[in-house]
């Protein structure tokens, strides 16, 4: 498969590819390698996180969420090299609104974006999943018109028993006086 370097992020770079034999479908080639001296301890937080919400969701194959198709670890010396080969949309957010018209982007067209990113954000919230990093570089736009939320690092799972459960709010609120919580009166 041969790589070029589209995008460089805080743990990996990101590389478009062609899939060999089969489909030849373009493919988004992410890349983390992860340090294994000692003033490391394991693979980020943030990675195994990606990885994890991305394999999740990857059974749903919903519209609007770019679609895990695989994940390797190979051991590198004494570092980690992880791949993650994903769907490969053509350009960001970003890109997409940097390319319009002085006119602006047609009501039909804003309400075709905005619709479909509000169908991906309402699956990842009814999975109980908090993006966390929502931003034009994160959520895709095809050349087709498909809108795809992106990059899961900072991405979190919520469940009802942790954020409602007496034992996380109680030790909060006995820190402080009410002067702190309602301002003065």
Do not use: C
């Not at 479909?116 to 919230?125: E, I, K, R, T, V």
């Not at 993006?131 to 990059?151: F, Q, T, Y």
Request: charged share 20%; glycine share 8%; net charge positive.
């Amino acid at each position: 498969m041969a790589t070029v370097q589209i995008k460089v992020g805080a743990y990996g770079q990101v590389y478009k590819g062609r899939e060999v034999g089969g489909k030849q479908r373009l493919l988004a080639v992410k890349k983390f390698n992860i340090p294994g001296d000692r003033s490391t301890i394991g693979i980020p937080a943030v990675v195994i996180r990606e990885v994890a919400l991305l394999q999740k969701m990857k059974y749903f194959n919903h519209p609007n969420i770019v679609q895990l198709l695989d994940a390797s670890v190979a051991a590198a010396g004494r570092n980690l090299d992880l791949t993650l080969v994903l769907e490969y949309v053509d350009q960001d957010l970003f890109a997409y609104l940097s390319k319009v018209p002085a006119s602006g982007l047609s009501r039909d067209s804003v309400k075709d974006v905005m619709q479909q990113l509000l169908q991906g954000l309402d699956f990842l919230h009814t999975n109980m999943v908090v993006h966390r990093d929502l931003k034009p570089e994160n959520i895709l736009v095809s050349s087709r018109g498909e809108v795809k939320i992106a990059d899961f690092g900072l991405a979190r799972i919520y469940t009802f028993n942790i954020i409602l459960t007496p034992g996380v709010s109680e030790p909060f609120l006995q820190g402080f006086s009410p002067r702190t919580f309602w301002g003065p009166r």
